[in-house]
């Protein structure tokens, strides 16, 4: 066989993207994974830093209303399409009793706070966080203690929180000026249980038993709440995060309703190929634990469902030491908000079992939100956050996507291109989530649909910066902000032509009619 003929077949077998540097993108709406549960939109809000005093409350302050709640910081948590927020913590919740944060502040006792060294004043407790919710619209998730707490404390407080009869904590509600209850749904059995770092570590046996018990007795009291179990935090070598969530689910299988997963990233190393490449590992955490799920519901005839809760995600690398009290206050960049849509990439993929997700945190504290006591700015994460947000309730597709590919280390290759998408049957509206990983290239790509015709124009959101390294501070927080726009594409065969910019996140609206 001639040489020349050997190298055509071997090119006939090659995908277009390895011959051409092209990416395709193929739309099915028929073929769906799931609905984006809005509960993927959630936040955290942890005794922390400025987090809750100085971010979300501040008594006294002229940005505050008549209750000491920020009303910039509420006005900008509303922007951001929170949908779900969790408190009080954390590893602050394994140290944290309740009690403390009842009735009149002005007679509330201040803590030494064990967890980030600092001393808790408790002046924002169970009812003003709930008030909070409240207001904002939002869903309130507890984090019960299950480190240094008991059984009866976690449910002693959803007694006070939800029981409506004359009983001894519904009663103490009552005196503290809240008559009807709160109806809190969501409740965690404890935070990251499984780390040495955590106030009342356990092992996985010793975790599962008080878990167990604190579910059964919590539900005693309401059995409409949902329950988290608390996943594997400890991704560190030669910690045994399978055993510890193969253990949990096992026990607690008929009992809870989510398990937990967090994961916390950083651009350590100065390579924003490398650093943008960690949706990766977040794919193989969910896709494992979504095995063990299924595993633990085997052999049963009418399993609970179980769901993945992504309840701690976000970038935090700069801040990770002592700063003078662990404020935890990290400045994000360019890169850290296009990291933001790798994370929601993946929730989106795997919609049928991450049915709830909680940025951490919400304000100063690894946020997306800045406060002073004169004002705030928005920081870069914020705007890809408030925009993926627009798509909850729509169903994620399960698209076919062909892409140029890179390597990391040993692991196997990964396409430059990291793609979701959304649709919107009321409106017949497909959303492209497409973040381009790739430092230095534009890709090409073909983006075809299968089921219905094309419309040939796009809404174009599209967050690209020429500087990775450039942040916002007070004053000065418009420089990184997406671009929208409205284009025009040539549709032939159902099908157009796209050229995704080199690093940068866009998302396409693109109507398709019947």
């Known amino acids: 066989m001639k040489l020349t003929t050997r190298l055509t077949l071997a090119l006939l077998v090659l995908p277009a993207a390895a011959l051409y540097g092209q990416a395709r993108i193929k739309i099915d709406t028929d073929r769906v994974v799931g609905q984006v549960h809005p509960h993927l939109f959630g936040n955290f809000a942890e005794h922390l830093g400025r987090c809750i ?11 505050a209303d008549k209750d000491g709640y920020r009303k910039d910081v509420m006005e900008a948590t509303r922007g951001l399409g929170v949908s779900l927020l969790r408190w009080p913590g954390g590893n602050f ?3 944290y009793n ?3 944060g009842i009735g009149p502040r ?9 967890a980030w060294g600092g001393i808790e004043t408790n002046r924002f407790g169970t009812d003003e966080f709930l008030t909070y919710c409240e207001r904002l619209g939002v869903e309130p998730y507890v984090c019960i203690n299950a480190g240094l707490g008991t059984v009866e404390d976690a449910r002693n407080w959803v007694e ?6 004359n009983t001894y904590w519904a009663n103490a509600r009552r005196k503290n000026g809240r008559e009807k209850p709160y109806g809190v749904k969501y409740w965690g059995l404890g935070n990251e249980i499984d780390g040495p770092w955590q106030l009342g570590h356990k092992n996985a046996e010793d975790y599962s038993k008080f ?3 604190a579910a059964k007795a919590m539900r005693r009291v309401d059995p409409s709440i949902k329950l988290i179990a608390s996943g594997s935090s400890n ?6 995060w399978i055993g510890w969530n193969r253990k949990v ?18 651009n350590q190393e100065n390579k924003l190929e490398s650093f943008l490449g960690f949706t990766q590992r977040v794919d193989h955490y969910i896709d494992v634990v979504d095995g063990l799920i299924k595993a633990a519901q085997s052999g049963q005839d009418s399993p609970n469902p179980i769901y993945i809760a992504y309840d701690e995600w976000n970038v935090w690398y700069r801040k990770r030491g002592p700063d003078k009290g662990n404020t935890l206050e990290e400045i994000y960049n360019f890169e850290d908000a296009l990291a933001m849509g790798g994370f929601f990439n993946s929730f989106f993929r795997h919609a049928h079992v991450v049915k709830m997700a909680n940025l951490a945190q919400l304000v100063n504290v690894i946020a997306p939100v800045f406060t002073n006591k004169s004002g705030m700015f928005l920081q870069p994460i914020y705007f890809p956050i408030a925009e993926y947000s627009k798509q909850g309730s729509n169903m994620a597709l399960d698209l076919l996507v062909s892409s140029p590919t890179y390597k990391i280390g040993n692991r196997a290759p990964i396409g430059y291109l990291d793609v979701s998408g959304t649709y919107n049957s009321k409106d017949r509206t497909v959303y492209l989530n497409v973040l381009n990983r790739s430092e230095s290239q534009d890709i090409a790509s073909r983006i075809d649909n299968v089921v219905g015709q094309m419309e040939g124009q796009l809404e174009v959101w599209e967050m690209n910066h020429p500087d990775l390294k450039a942040t916002h501070t007070f004053g000065d927080d418009r420089k990184v902000r997406p671009a929208t726009r409205t284009q025009s594409v040539s549709i032939a065969n159902n099908g157009f032509s796209y050229t995704f910019p080199k690093h940068s996140l866009t998302i396409l609206r693109l109507k398709v009619r019947s």
Do not use: C, M
């Open 249 to 266: 689910l096992d026990s607690l299988k008929t009992e809870v309703d989510y398990i937990s997963l967090h994961t916390y990233i950083g």
């Open 53 to 63: 005093y100085g971010g979300i409350y501040e008594e006294g302050s002229p940005l």
């Open 93 to 95: 919740a394994s140290g």
């Open 211 to 213: 878990a167990l018990e």
């Open 98 to 100: 309740w009690k403390d």
């Open 106 to 114: 002005d007679q509330r006792p201040a803590r030494a706070e064990h």
């Open 235 to 240: 991704f560190r070598p030669g910690a045994d």
């Open 160 to 165: 006070y929180t939800n029981d409506s009869r």
